[in-house]
T-cell receptor, first 110, second 113 residues
Framework: RKEVEQDPGPFNVPEGATVAFNCTYSNSASQSFFWYRQDCRKEPKLLMS?????NEDGRFTAQLNRASQYISLLIRDSKLSDSATYLCVARMDSNYQLIWGAGTKLIIKP | DAGVTQSPTHLIKTRGQQVTLRCSPK?????VSWYQQALGQGPQFIFQYYEEEERQRGNFPDRFSGHQFPNYSSELNVNALLLGDSALYLC????????????FGDGTRLSIL
């Protein structure tokens, strides 16, 4: 079983819709979590950190569920420019290594 | 304020050769991590450098080595290249601290013929 798992998609979503995807992690000692987005053949870019209380940044909301060991990303009022691969990342505080999921591909259609 | 810069952007090598990739961290960052990303996969952690020492290493063979310089810049060296080493190599920098997010350079696309 992979340490961080994501549905690879693709998620095909009409423009303006709300889309959500989850990411599960296997190591309960994981403490820090992040969402990155990656455009085709580009580097990953930090989208947001995920805090225990959940956090929101404009149209994006990230939540952490420690009991079920997953984090989620919600995108409201999706834009064509949201089309990308979204990567979930976990890290144990005792470990500097980031563990990455393989990413979920999102395609926003006009 | 320059972000993370990597060089070269593209590189073509043949099996058995050696390669050196370079990374300059974002201003104010002192920690550099290197990743290998194959097509359709998430980045795989190679190692992290802090205070000119390898602080942690992922599951990569000794053919992969690195260095960090006093100005925090870093190099990734790969010896005896294999076809399977073809990938996007990403450098990420951060401030020290476990909750600090990492910021990536554009990457070096390495192709092995």
């Amino acid at each position: 079983r992979k340490e961080v798992e994501q549905d690879p998609g693709p998620f095909n979503v009409p423009e303006g819709a709300t889309v959500a995807f989850n990411c599960t992690y296997s190591n309960s000692a994981s403490q820090s979590f992040f969402w990155y987005r990656q455009d085709c053949r580009k580097e990953p870019k930090l989208l947001m950190s995920v805090y225990s209380s959940g956090n929101e940044d404009g149209r994006f909301t990230a939540q952490l569920n420690r009991a079920s060991q997953y984090i989620s990303l919600l995108i409201r009022d999706s834009k064509l420019s949201d089309s990308a691969t979204y990567l979930c990342v976990a890290r144990m505080d005792s470990n500097y290594q980031l563990i990455w999921g393989a990413g979920t591909k999102l395609i926003i259609k006009p | 304020d320059a972000g993370v810069t990597q060089s070269p952007t593209h590189l073509i090598k043949t099996r058995g050769q050696q390669v050196t990739l370079r990374c300059s961290p974002k201003s104010g960052h002192d920690t550099v991590s290197w990743y290998q990303q194959a097509l359709g996969q998430g980045p795989q952690f190679i190692f992290q450098y802090y205070e000119e020492e390898e602080r942690q290493r992922g599951n990569f063979p000794d053919r992969f080595s690195g260095h960090q310089f006093p100005n925090y810049s870093s190099e990734l060296n790969v010896n005896a290249l294999l076809l399977g080493d073809s990938a996007l190599y990403l450098c990420a920098s951060s401030q020290t601290g476990v909750n600090q997010p990492q910021h990536f350079g554009d990457g070096t696309r390495l192709s092995i013929l």
